[in-house]
C-alpha cells in the first residue's frame, strides 16, 4: 500500500514538473533559497529563468534574461552561460556544489563584488570570463586550473603579486580596457601566449612578462620607452602591438626591433621621427600617424646586399612628414614582396 502511494506521489510530481506553473509550490520546495527549480525530462533540475537542454544536460543557459543576481547551479553541470545579465555579486556560496564547473561565462553584468571563496572549490575550471564587469580587483583564490581567463573591461587598478600564482597553464590573460599603471606577478605564467594589457595606464613595459608569449598587445597606454632589449627574452613572440602610445625614438635602443621572430609590428600612433631597425623577417610593419621625416630604407634591408630583401608585405606609413616621392628608387627591389605600401 506504501509502496503504491509512493509510486503515485512520483507520478504526480512528473507530471506536475511537466506543466509547472500553476504548481509554482512544488517547484518552490527545491530551491534551496534561490531562484524556483523545475525538473526536466531528464531528471535533471533546472533553475526555471534558465534552459538546461535535454540533449546536453551538463551545460545551463541563462544568458540574456535580466537577471540580478545568481541562479542556483545544480551540481553536474559544467558550462554554465550566465553574460549579459545584470548580475552584480558572485557571494562565496555561488557555486556550491558545483565544482565540476569547467566554463564560467559571466561577462556583460554588473559584478563589482565576489566572495573570496566563490571561485575556490572549482578545481578543474578552465575558462572564466568577468570582462565588461564593474570589479575594482581581480578576485581572490582564483583556481590554477584556469586556461583562459578575461576580465578586460572592468575598473581593476592594481594586480596583486599572487594574483595569477600557480596558473602553469593559462594561455590567454585578457586585462585591456582597466586602470592599471603596472604589472607584475606574471613571469610564472609559463604556458601564456596571449597577453592583451592595452587601454590601461602604463607608462613603461612591464618588467618580468612571461617567456612563451606569441602575442603582446600594449597600444593605447601612455609608453614613453621600450627597455634594452626587450623583446630578446621571448622566443615564441610574432605580434607586438604598442600603437596610441609615446614612443619617442629615443626610447628605443638601437637593434629592439630587429628580431628575426616577429612577424607583425605596430607602432603607429606614436612620436617617432625615424623608422626604427626592423627584421628582414617582419611582414606588417604599421607606423602611420607618427612624425617620421625620412624614408630610410636601411631600416629593412641591407643597403650592400640586393638579393637580401625585406620580406614586408605590410609598410603603412600615411599621416607622417614624408610622402611618396621620398621613396629611394632602390625601395622596390628591397620591399619587392609588399602587396601593400601606404605613405
Ligand atoms: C552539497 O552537498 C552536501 C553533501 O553532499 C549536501 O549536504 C548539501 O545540501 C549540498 N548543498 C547544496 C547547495 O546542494
Ligand atoms: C559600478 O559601480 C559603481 C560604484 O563603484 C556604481 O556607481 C555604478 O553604478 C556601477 N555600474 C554598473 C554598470 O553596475
Ligand atoms: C596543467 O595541465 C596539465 C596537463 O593537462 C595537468 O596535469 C596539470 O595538473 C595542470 N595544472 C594545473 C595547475 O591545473
Ligand atoms: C639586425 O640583426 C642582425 C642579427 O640578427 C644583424 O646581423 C644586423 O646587423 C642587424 N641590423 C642592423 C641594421 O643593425
Ligand atoms: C640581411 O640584412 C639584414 C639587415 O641588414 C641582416 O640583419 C641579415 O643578417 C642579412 N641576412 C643575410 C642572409 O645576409
Not at 606569441?214 to 609608453?223: A, D
Request: proline share 5%; glycine share 6%; net charge negative.
Amino acid at each position: 500500500m506504501r509502496l503504491i502511494a509512493l509510486l503515485l506521489l512520483g507520478l504526480l510530481k512528473f507530471s506536475l514538473a511537466q506543466d509547472r506553473d500553476p504548481f509554482q509550490w512544488l517547484s518552490s520546495l527545491h530551491s534551496h533559497g534561490y531562484a524556483s527549480l523545475q525538473a526536466d525530462n531528464t531528471g535533471g533540475e533546472c533553475p526555471e529563468e534558465c534552459d538546461c537542454p535535454p540533449t546536453f544536460p551538463i551545460a545551463m543557459y541563462c544568458d540574456n534574461r535580466n537577471m540580478k543576481q545568481m541562479p542556483y547551479i545544480p551540481s553536474r553541470m559544467k558550462y554554465v552561460y550566465l553574460q549579459h545579465n545584470q548580475i552584480t555579486s558572485v557571494p562565496d556560496n555561488a557555486f556550491g556544489n558545483a565544482t565540476n564547473l569547467v566554463w564560467v561565462l559571466l561577462h556583460e553584468n554588473h559584478i563589482n563584488s565576489v566572495g573570496k571563496q566563490a571561485f575556490a572549490k572549482l578545481v578543474d575550471l578552465d575558462r572564466l570570463y568577468l570582462n565588461n564587469n564593474n570589479l575594482t580587483e581581480v578576485p581572490s583564490n582564483l583556481p590554477r586550473s584556469l586556461h583562459d581567463l578575461r576580465l578586460n573591461h572592468n575598473k581593476i587598478t592594481k594586480l596583486p603579486p599572487n594574483a595569477f600564482e600557480g596558473m602553469e597553464n593559462l594561455t590567454i590573460l585578457l586585462l585591456h580596457n582597466n586602470g592599471l599603471q603596472d604589472i607584475s606577478g606574471l613571469k610564472g605564467l609559463k604556458s601564456l601566449t596571449l597577453l592583451d594589457v592595452s587601454g590601461n595606464q602604463l607608462k613603461k613595459v612591464p618588467n618580468g612578462l612571461p617567456e612563451m608569449l606569441h602575442q603582446l598587445y600594449l597600444e593605447s597606454n601612455s609608453i614613453e620607452a621600450v627597455p634594452e632589449n626587450f623583446l630578446g627574452q621571448f622566443t615564441n613572440l610574432q605580434y607586438v602591438r604598442i600603437s596610441h602610445n609615446e614612443l619617442t625614438n629615443k626610447g628605443i635602443p638601437q637593434n629592439t626591433f630587429n628580431n628575426s621572430g616577429l612577424v607583425e609590428l605596430d607602432l603607429s600612433f606614436n612620436k617617432l621621427e625615424s623608422i626604427p631597425v626592423v627584421s628582414t623577417n617582419l611582414q606588417h610593419l604599421y607606423l602611420q600617424a607618427n612624425q617620421i621625416k625620412e624614408f630610410s630604407l636601411g631600416s629593412f634591408c641591407s643597403v650592400v646586399d640586393v638579393m637580401n630583401f625585406s620580406k614586408l608585405q605590410v609598410l603603412r606609413l600615411e599621416g607622417n612628414e614624408i610622402s611618396a616621392g621620398d621613396m629611394p628608387s632602390e625601395a622596390a627591389l628591397c620591399l619587392r614582396l609588399a602587396t601593400d605600401i601606404a605613405v
